[in-house]
């Protein structure tokens, strides 16, 4: 699919994304430019990483993982990721899972 930038499987099987417009939006200066030499983490929190699903948005998790050597005083990569479907030709449901933002954080 066009736009997409990677796609990888968390670590409970689930298929999910980051499109090139999404990865602008998260190192744009005024968001999260500290990411930018920090993209293999991200992919990595979403692959190995914990997941915690958001309360009052059941399709939102929160995944996150701690490392050693961010920078300033950070300890985790935080990516936000929604759950979502679209209909395949035949309208059925396929799933529709992307990453929204992430950026680092000290827990």
Do not use: C
Request: net charge negative.
């Amino acid at each position: 699919m066009s736009g997409r930038r990677w796609t990888v499987r968390d670590r409970y099987g689930n298929e999910l994304y980051l499109t090139e417009e999404r990865w602008d939006h998260i190192i744009e200066e005024f968001n999260h430019p500290e990411l930018t030499d920090y993209e293999d983490y991200v992919q990595d929190t979403v692959k190995t990483g914990r997941r915690k699903q958001d309360t009052l948005n059941p399709q939102k998790y929160r995944y996150s993982k701690a490392y050693n050597d961010l920078i300033e005083y950070n300890t985790h990569i935080v990516v936000i990721v929604l759950f979502r479907f679209n209909e395949d030709d035949e309208a059925k449901p396929v799933p529709n899972n992307y990453i929204v933002t992430a950026f680092m954080k000290e827990i």
